[in-house]
């Protein structure tokens, strides 16, 4: 999996880079400011070296290297902070459009996908390939032109001091190779598993006061614990790896720190470099094999990073195709049963003979295996969401409990404004205050319902799918709903337990083992 996908923004690591290439062109400028100011240093260090060497005055020189170093190190903590700010909001830019990309996903991924996987996704992954184009690669790039440099500078006081220094910065390898492979495999456990702890504390706490009714802290409580433990176990091994490479990076630190004294001491002493590029070699050594380091460190990181990628490209694939030409007229549910624009249809049976299922397959939310259920011959988990939404509306059994007003609802599904579903709604018996004071999440269930029978009839769609419409309804409501689809020039299909509503149908589609999706 190569990672230079940076054009195709339709690509997971394409979207991030056009957010975030900017920002890592600044720092890598700004890690050249500091390489740059690391061979001055060193340089001007290594020339008052030699001149207390030799005797000369070198005070003022020390006073001037101390002011220089001063207004270096306001300027270097000004200018990162205003890169990490930028940094920050790229970010969040980012992942707004990472957002964006998941909603248009085809219906049935939601349904497939858990909010835990969704979260670890955003959360882990994308985080793992933002941090290589802003920090990772910064460095690796950075670190290869500094050491290149470095090197160069090195070669031309002398060739042999070059080759040590190469040499002592070259053991640095060793460590990331060493743990690439056990980073990976821990990587990918670790996200699966913190996936699950998620989705069950989601669903904890969506169902606080049921596992509490019915006494099922103990169980709730074990089922979390014993995902914790899996995770904890497979941190522990992720940390033995860090502590390994850890400990060997310490002991490689003190070998070059020390070997590398040592050898350049040895070539002084015998001659083969002069003081000065000795001093300057030494001062430099620590900003040379941090960079080399920093190059090396890179290496687990670029599989971990494929990694992510591979799992976010796995995620966002895309099977949504194109529309059928002009508008829905005709709905397959199988052999012997169609559906046409403007009839009126109550699906029925038994509590779990599939009725649910049955609109979420119209829907595409769930894939057909059979592959009978067709919209004007396509089938619905191919269609695109636009053309689905300019044809059908679907309300599902469970209606959504959004923060926000039913006004502010109305305002942003309805095209044209929310005036057509305010008074829908006033025919379903929804107050004012209702509509513009109480958020829809602190409606009772029959005034939520309302809420959205009002919006799929101010849509004026060509199709409607609804999932026991009558649910939670009032009488009053009850003789509303009946009245608007009888009155709709829409095609109604809803499935439904009252035997009044379903008199109202043009036919019935039996739902059940002995009915299939017969009509």
Request: charged content about 20%; hydrophobic content about 45%.
């Amino acid at each position: 999996m190569r990672l230079k996908k940076r054009k195709n923004i339709e690509t997971p690591y394409g979207l991030a880079y056009s957010h975030l290439a900017k920002v890592s062109y600044w720092k890598i400028l700004f890690n050249l400011f500091v390489s740059a100011w690391a061979l001055f240093y060193a340089n001007t260090f290594a020339g008052i070296v030699q001149d207390a060497a030799e005797g000369k005055a070198a005070l003022w020189k020390v006073a001037a290297l101390m002011a220089i170093v001063a207004v270096y190190s306001f300027l270097k903590v000004v200018i990162k902070s205003n890169i990490e700010k930028k940094a920050v909001l790229c970010t969040q830019k980012c992942k707004i459009s990472f957002y964006r990309k998941y909603f248009s996903q085809p219906l049935w991924k939601f349904e497939s996908s858990s909010a835990g996987e969704a979260v670890q996704h955003f959360e882990g992954d994308l985080q793992q390939l933002a941090g290589w184009i802003t920090d990772t690669r910064v460095g690796l790039w950075t670190g290869a032109l500094s050491v290149g440099i470095y090197m160069l500078y090195l070669g031309s006081q002398s060739v042999v001091l070059a080759v040590l220094m190469a040499f002592f910065a070259c053991i640095q390898v060793i460590p990331p190779f060493i743990v690439e492979h056990y980073l990976d495999r821990f990587y990918v456990e670790n996200q699966e598993v913190e996936a699950k702890i998620t989705e069950k504390i989601i669903s904890g706490y969506k169902n606080l006061a049921g596992i509490k009714i019915f006494h099922l802290q103990k169980w709730y409580l074990e089922q979390l614990w014993r995902l914790i433990k899996r995770s904890v176990k497979i941190g522990m091994w992720n940390q033995v790896a860090l502590q390994a490479e850890d400990s060997l990076t310490r002991l490689l630190e003190s070998i070059l720190k020390y070997g590398s004294i040592v050898g350049v001491g040895l070539l002084v002493y015998y001659g083969r470099i002069p003081l000065g590029a000795g001093v300057m070699a030494i001062s430099l050594s620590g900003t040379l094999f941090g960079q080399v380091n920093i190059c090396f460190s890179a290496i687990p990181e670029r599989r971990l990073t494929r990694t992510a990628q591979k799992r976010l490209e796995e995620w966002f694939a895309q099977y949504q195709y194109a529309g059928p030409a002009g508008g829905v007229t005709q709905i397959s549910l199988g052999p012997g049963c169609k559906v046409s624009q403007g009839g009126k249809y109550a699906v029925v049976g038994e509590n779990g003979a599939g009725k649910t299922v049955l609109m979420k397959k119209i829907m595409g939310i769930l894939e057909d295996a059979g592959k009978e259920i067709r919209i004007e011959g396509e089938l619905p988990v191919q269609l695109q969401d636009e053309y689905r939404n300019e044809n059908i509306v679907y309300l599902p059994q469970e209606d959504p409990s959004f923060s926000i007003t039913a006004y502010e609802l109305y305002q942003n599904a309805v095209p044209g404004g929310a005036e057509g579903a305010v008074r829908e709604a006033e025919e379903f018996g929804i107050s004012d205050k209702m509509l513009k004071d109480i958020p829809i999440c602190n409606l009772s269930g029959g005034e939520r319902k309302k809420v959205y029978l009002a919006l799929a009839f101010a849509l004026k769609r060509r199709w409607m799918i609804l999932d026991e419409p009558s649910n939670n309804l009032d009488r009053k409501g009850q003789e509303v709903l009946k009245r608007k689809i009888m009155e709709t020039n829409a095609a109604v299909i809803y499935v439904t337990h009252d035997l009044a509503l379903a008199e109202t149908a043009d036919d019935l589609i039996r739902v059940g083992k002995e009915h299939g999706n017969g009509a």
